[in-house]
Structure formats: C-alpha cells, structure tokens
T-cell receptor, first 113, second 113 residues
Framework: GNSVTQMEGPVTLSEEAFLTINCTYTATGYPSLFWYVQYPGEGLQLLLKATKADDKGSNKGFEATYRKETTSFHLEKGSVQVSDSAVYFCALSWAGNTGKLIFGQGTTLQVKP | SQTIHQWPATLVQPVGSPLSLECTVEGTSNPNLYWYRQAAGRGLQLLFYSVGIGQISSEVPQNLSASRPQDRQFILSSKKLLLSDSGFYLC????????????FGPGTRLTVT
C-alpha cells in the first residue's frame, strides 16, 4: 500500500544552519505531496505542496521538490530560525482516495540560538 | 475565507465517562471531514472520515464513534472512555477535489484519568 517514511528526529540545529528533512514515499500512480508543520500545542498547518513530478513547493523560505525518480520530497531551508522549531510531517494523497492523507511519523526540529 | 473550530480546547475526564468533541467548519459547503488522534510524541492516526451528512467511515475499530448531523458539523463520541483514549484530537476538512489538501483545527487535548 501507499506509505510515507520520514527521517527520525529530533533534529537539532543552530540558528542560520541549513535544514534538510528527508521524506520518501511509496505510491502507485501520481500522488500529491505535502509538508505540514505543527507548532507546540497547535494543530497542523499546511506548509507547502506539489502535485506532479518536478514541481517545487515553497513557502516561508522552505522548499521541497517532487522527485518521482527517487520517490522523494525532501524539505529544505537555507537558514533556520528559532521560530522554526516544530514538528514537520510529510504526507501524500491521491485521486479517488476521498481525500485521505497518509502521514509520515513526523520529525521534530529544534533550533538553538 | 474558511475557518474550522474545535471545542473544547482541553478536557480532563475520568475513565468510564462519556465523551463528545465537536468540530465545525465555516465558509465552505459539503466538505470532507476527518478526525485524527495524535498520541504523545507520535504521529497522526486517522480515526474517521466523512464525505457527506450521515456518511461515516471508520479507519480503526475502537472505543470511539463519529457522527455528522449537519453538513459542516462533525462529532466524535465515546460511551465509556479508556485510559488509552488520552491524546490530542484533531479535526480537519478538505474540499474533496483537486489536491486534497486538508486544513486542520486547533485540536482538543483529552486526558483520561
């Protein structure tokens, strides 16, 4: 079946460091891919998305590219801030699935000043 | 614009007591609705989803049930809570078309004592 695998956390970085959070997926057909962010005590917010191969989603300095050849959707940011500390979830959905999302297990990011 | 509400925000209930969590969406019609549970330090587990009034699909058999009495209202219930029902409950909606991205509410923190 379809699934999403994220790198295990926690990831601890210093402010202004480069961030990569790996996400790979298993899916038939052409899923849509998403990154969500969850700040402490809050619900999930959609961070970015991509709907077809080679699409690049971007938002708030974060970006991820839909790589069908490697079935990956890695999240990157060039310079993280303390305020980026949160849990990041990779997810996928596909047509005819009543909109259900398949989530990865989440990766906790902690940015230290 | 669309908004999603959940209440209560926090709840402490004894084992064996009933539960009712409510979720409402504004600014859209005929949304797909979802209930997730997030145990402490873990990922999201889809509990129920609904594509229309009175239409409920269960993903995981358990102590909980869901109902959709109105187009934009989704209720999560239990007749008798278990300790294992503790967690962070998130409601989400999608428009069921296009990219199937979901939008999440602020969540309800449930502690069963």
């Amino acid at each position: 079946g379809n699934s999403v695998t994220q790198m295990e956390g926690p990831v601890t970085l210093s402010e202004e460091a480069f961030l990569t959070i790996n996400c790979t997926y298993t899916a038939t057909g052409y899923p849509s891919l998403f990154w969500y962010v969850q700040y402490p005590g809050e619900g999930l917010q959609l961070l970015l998305k991509a709907t077809k191969a080679d699409d690049k989603g971007s938002n708030k300095g974060f970006e991820a590219t839909y790589r069908k050849e490697t079935t990956s959707f890695h999240l990157e940011k060039g310079s993280v801030q303390v305020s980026d500390s949160a849990v990041y979830f990779c997810a996928l959905s596909w047509a005819g699935n009543t909109g259900k999302l398949i989530f990865g297990q989440g990766t906790t990011l902690q940015v230290k000043p | 614009s669309q908004t999603i509400h959940q209440w209560p925000a926090t709840l402490v209930q004894p084992v064996g007591s009933p539960l009712s969590l409510e979720c409402t969406v504004e600014g859209t019609s005929n949304p797909n609705l979802y209930w997730y549970r997030q145990a402490a330090g873990r990922g999201l587990q889809l509990l129920f989803y609904s594509v229309g009034i009175g239409q409920i699909s269960s993903e995981v058999p358990q102590n909980l049930s869901a109902s959709r009495p109105q187009d934009r209202q989704f209720i999560l219930s239990s007749k008798k809570l278990l300790l294992s029902d503790s967690g962070f409950y998130l409601c989400a909606w999608s428009d069921g078309t296009g990219l199937y991205e979901q939008y999440f509410g602020p969540g309800t923190r449930l502690t069963v004592t």
